[in-house]
């Protein structure tokens, strides 16, 4: 989004502020974020507040005087003394169509929830968690091969096609913003470790859907009963079949099949990941790893 901004001659991009480097890697050297990669590469001066309050931080972009502040994906609630700055408002680019999924991962819990579309919506932003009046909407079909990073990934072009869209009349004034509606408000949590892990007492349905929902952070995982031990195991890929037993049961399906009981239908496995090893088909598990059941 930044490089399409950046790269329009038509209003000039005067600062890109991004959270601070974080430590990354074996030696935790201070990595810089992609945000402040794009701006660099740009030439955008970027400045990174540790918070979006701080008070140098809102004399400095005081001093600058813009137009229109674009956010999206900040990860930090705006303060009014910032909102209150630029002439036509802080328009946050949002990946959910609001009210629904408010909040920190509107296209993970999206996809969790079986969701058959989702959008971006461009919000005029108030002092509340994503509740500002709606300025332009654009939709997009959930697909079933989508994971939380390919739904990302298209939504991020979506919301920069139609924020560079919509930023001529946005500039001019020309965009009435609307109330969102009263009703259809959900909240989309942020995602934990443990959002993860997989129930087996689910039905195959929305397991599936809660792994591809996770992909690539948490990821899905449970243990699984081999040999006398237990192993932990990341599922990368698996699709609902037909089947019934006890919730993580191994059933007959087939060499080289890995197909597991669910709370309703079956998963049929496909590509996993012992800990410690390499992702692996499930032919080639199952070679090394005779399962019984999965916990």
Known sequence: MLRRLAADPRWSVV?????PDRPKGRDLALQPTPVKRAALEAGIPVDQPAKARDPGFLERLRALSPDLVVVAAYGQLLPQALLDIPRRGCVNVHTSLLPAYRGAAPIQWALADGLPGTGVTLMLMDAGLDTGPILATATTPIRDEDTGQSLHDRLADLGADLLVRSLP?????RVPPRPQPAEGVSLARKITKEDGRIAWDRPAVETWRRLRAFTP??????HAESGGRTLLVKIHEAVPCEGSGRPGERLE??????VVACGTGALDLRTLQPEGGRRMDAAAFLAGHPVVRFT
Do not use: E, H, M, N
């Open 15 to 19: 600062l890109a502020v991004s959270q």
């Open 169 to 173: 009349d946005l500039l001019a004034g």
């Open 217 to 222: 952070w948490p990821g899905a995982f449970c």
């Open 253 to 258: 399906a087939g060499r080289g099949r890995l």
